[in-house]
């Protein structure tokens, strides 16, 4: 692995699993300090730790077990980075959660929760670390936004709107700092294989009555025209990109990385 990052530090956060324990992996492995943060049994967050130090060659990497649905935990949270890493380069909002009803039952509870995770959470920790990455003249803000960010499907009503949310979110914080050093993208992927994801095969084959196997590709995949999962590796290497050398005029972008889903 090349050292595209070296030099550089990285909180990502919701890194305990799935697609951010992928990105810090990556990150990790490319020379970067990074810092973890996520919810967790002991046992994940240690495992999640011990997969950074491997990727990395080094030691294991901090971690902030800070609860993201508050205003006060994602500042906790970005306290204890700049504490570890001394400083924060690289900030990837990426932890989230999902729920699935008609949202004549959505449960109000869950449209805050995840309204509070999947988008204030981004707005809290960008205004807590951009000062500093404006201060010191380059900066990096990925935000794991969704398809979902520029294509609806029903029942999902919370999800969609938190990551449309995010993809706004991104545009304006992208104009503000155009022209400086700092830049802020949205990925936006289809289904990626991590447990977010995996967990909505079981409920659609029992829902559907058909094998895990037809529940992934008839339902699950129904919009994802590579019928196929995307891998949380792609996803950690479009985040690398964005993060390294030669990307700074891609700013204020919604990238896709969907198997064609949003150009249907
Ligand atoms: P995951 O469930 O594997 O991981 C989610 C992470 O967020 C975990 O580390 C978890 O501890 C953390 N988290 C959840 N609630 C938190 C809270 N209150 N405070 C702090 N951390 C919290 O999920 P994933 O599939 O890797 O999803 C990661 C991101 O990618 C999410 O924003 C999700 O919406 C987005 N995404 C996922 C998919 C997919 O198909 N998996 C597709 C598009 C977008």
């Not at 500093?132 to 990925?142: F, K, N, S, T």
């Not at 794991?144 to 995010?166: C, D, E, Q, R, T």
């Not at 590796?233 to 964005?242: D, I, S, T």
Request: one cysteine or more.
């Amino acid at each position: 692995m090349d050292q595209t990052l070296a030099g550089r530090t990285a909180l990502v956060t919701g890194s305990t699993s799935g697609i951010g324990l992928g990105i810090a992996e990556l990150f990790a492995a490319a020379g970067a300090r990074v810092m973890l943060n996520g919810l967790g049994t002991p046992e994940a967050i240690a495992a999640a730790r011990a997969r950074v130090a491997e990727a990395s060659g080094g030691a294991e990497p901090p971690v902030s077990q800070a609860d993201l649905s508050t205003a006060a935990g994602v500042r906790a949270m970005c306290d204890d980075a700049r504490a570890a890493l001394s400083r924060v380069d690289i900030l990837v909002n990426n932890a989230g959660i999902q729920f699935v009803s008609p949202v004549v039952e959505f449960p109000e509870e869950k449209w805050e929760l995840i309204l509070a995770v999947n988008l204030s959470a981004a707005f809290h920790a960008t205004k807590a670390l951009l000062p500093g990455m404006l201060a010191q003249g380059w900066g990096r803000i990925v935000n794991i936004a969704s398809a979902h960010g520029l294509v609806a499907s029903p029942f999902k009503a919370a999800y969609v709107a938190a990551k449309h949310g995010v993809v706004g979110l991104t545009k304006t914080v992208a104009l503000e700092v155009a022209e400086t050093q700092v830049t802020c993208n949205a990925i936006c992927p289809g289904f990626v294989r991590t447990p977010l994801a995996e967990v909505q095969v079981t409920r659609l084959a029992e829902q559907h009555g058909v094998s895990e196997a037809v529940a992934l590709r008839e339902h699950l995949l129904a919009k994802q025209p590579s019928k196929r999962w995307v891998e949380v590796e792609e996803v950690a290497r479009m985040a690398l990109y964005l993060c390294g050398p030669g990307s700074g005029a891609v700013n204020g972008a919604a990238l896709s990385i969907d198997g064609g889903w949003a150009a249907g």
